[in-house]
Structure formats: C-alpha cells, structure tokens
C-alpha cells in the first residue's frame, strides 16, 4: 500500500487534518477532527445510519482543493 498525499490545512501545526489517496484501491484516508456535535450528528443519521464502527469527520474547508484533486478533479479555483 502506498499513500498518496495531496494536502493538509486547517491549523499551523504538523499535526493539521490531511487528505490521501491508497494507491492500491483508490480509497481516500482522510484525517479531520471526529464530529461530536450531538445536532450534527443526528442530522447524519435522518438520512444515513451512522454503524457503531463508523465516525463522521469534520474536515476544514481548506482542503477542498485536495479532495477535488484526490478524487480525479484537474485544478479548479476554490476559495
């Protein structure tokens, strides 16, 4: 397996949620914050059944970028 990386924003420290893509399978491995607003989260499930081994992440708008390329995209302008 190898991991494509592709970007990281969101705080000034090493440790900012980042964006990857498995070269074996195409899948993205996103790193963002676990969502635990009790709200959003309940939003979630009115429309997808969130699994007891499944977490929603948040992730900061400054890698939107990074997910358009990770998922194929060329090279938009985002703001």
């Not at 924003?9 to 990857?20: A, I, L």
């Not at 929603?56 to 990770?70: G, I």
Request: hydrophobic share 35%; proline share 6%.
């Amino acid at each position: 397996m190898t991991l494509r990386f592709y970007g990281k924003g969101g705080s000034q420290t090493d440790s900012c949620p980042s964006v990857h893509l498995d070269d074996v399978d195409d899948s993205l491995v996103i790193v963002g914050y676990p969502e635990e607003d009790a709200d959003v989260l309940a939003a979630i499930q009115s429309v997808s059944h969130i699994e007891p081994h499944e977490r929603a992440f948040r992730v900061p708008k400054e890698l939107k970028k990074a997910l358009w390329e990770a998922c194929g995209g060329n090279d938009p302008h985002f703001d």
